[in-house]
């Protein structure tokens, strides 16, 4: 059949010209506006020969372009509808004249349309109450990983005699829950803004999103703190977490909850999580070795530089095999925080959304 602009549908596809959607199994893929408008041309008129100078005309319209730009159109079509050249299923090459829509297509299924709308913000307006709860999701699965990484600090921590360890544990884990949780507010707040639909590629808009809430909440951070303690001691630590921190930090969120959401949705949960913890994980690298630092090195900056801190972090030093907080140690707390972080969020985020759909 040929359509005429309502939602088609063709093997595990499903097309809505008029929505410019596309989903596969009910998951909404990636796809630019010229590349839509090409494969929305071919479904369009399925089983009858669409000419280059049709695609020149309708998709480029009329904007000078070589062969090689509707080559490259094609490939990438195939490529997101896992199609092949040589032995196609859904796009036929016609030599020297165009393509060919080969697949069957058929009105889509309303329970294939109900399965096609995006969970998070459905093309007639965002869906505001799915949106805080994949800001939720998120805030407290990184407030999860504050406080795993407090116990963590908490208890690998060394105090001077006579202040007792559960307090020592009790207060660092309540500073990085802390932390965390107001960092993954700010972070998730702006990829759950992202999700919604907007301009851009959707894994950059993700990203700028949580960079943007990482920016923001690491600045402030970094501000209120400094001032706390210069009022509070007469001097301040140094550098501790801030701005650049939080904004990359925020950024590999915001790519690690894309892949797990988007990029990975078909795969088990636990691959999209793995992939966003690898992303978190090379953030938490970057920092490091920019000379920046997240909640380890803070701490331990903070022991090393108040004058009478009773806290010291040395005996983690020896879980990576060095004398005292150092470089190493530094590097690989950095990341793990990175890790878990990213983790934790895409986890929270992913779960609630599959909850959704």
């Not at 009910?26 to 839509?36: A, E, H, K, M």
């Not at 921590?157 to 660092?172: Q, R, Y």
């Not at 997240?294 to 040395?314: E, Q, V």
Request: aromatic share 6%.
């Amino acid at each position: 059949m040929k359509s005429n602009g309502s939602p088609v549908q063709f093997g595990r596809f499903v097309l809505e010209p008029a929505d410019r959607t596309l989903t596969e199994d009910g998951v909404p893929l990636d796809c630019s506006n010229r590349y839509f408008d090409a494969l929305a041309l071919l479904v369009a008129e399925a089983g009858s020969l669409v000419t280059k100078d049709r695609f020149h005309e309708e998709v480029w319209r009329g904007v000078p372009v070589t062969d090689e730009a509707l080559t490259q159109c094609i490939r990438t079509l195939r490529r997101l509808l896992g199609d092949s050249a040589s032995d196609p299923s859904f796009i036929e090459t016609v030599p020297k004249h165009g393509y060919r829509f080969i697949a069957s297509v058929e009105p889509a299924a309303p329970e294939a349309l109900r399965a096609g709308e995006s969970w998070a913000a459905p093309e007639s307006g965002r869906d505001w109450t799915a949106l805080l709860q994949l800001w939720g999701a998120g805030t407290l699965g990184g407030a999860l990983a504050g406080l795993v990484g407090g116990l963590f600090y908490g208890f690998g921590a060394t105090v001077t005699p006579g202040m007792g360890s559960l307090s020592v544990l009790v207060v660092i884990a309540s500073v990085t829950l802390m932390v965390a949780a107001l960092g993954a507010a700010a972070v998730c707040f702006g990829i759950a803004v992202a999700e919604g639909r907007g301009r851009g590629a959707q894994w950059m808009r993700l990203t700028l999103g949580g960079a943007l809430g990482g920016l923001v909440i690491g600045g402030l951070t970094r501000l209120l703190g400094l001032d706390a303690f210069q009022l509070m001691l007469g001097r301040s630590p140094g550098n501790i977490t801030g701005a650049p921190e939080g904004a990359l930090l925020g950024a590999a969120v915001g790519l690690g909850v894309w892949l797990a959401l988007h990029h990975l949705a078909r795969k088990p949960v636990e691959v999209g999580v793995a992939a966003a913890g690898a992303v978190g994980a090379s953030a938490g690298l970057a920092i490091a070795l920019a000379g920046g630092r997240l909640m380890g090195g803070s701490l331990d900056l903070f022991a090393d530089r108040i004058t009478g801190s009773k806290l010291s972090l040395d005996a983690i030093g020896g879980l990576f095999g060095e004398n005292g907080f150092g470089v190493f140690t530094r590097i690989a707390t950095s990341m793990l925080e990175g890790a878990l972080f990213a983790a934790t969020i895409a986890a929270a985020m992913l779960l609630i959304a599959r909850r959704r759909v």
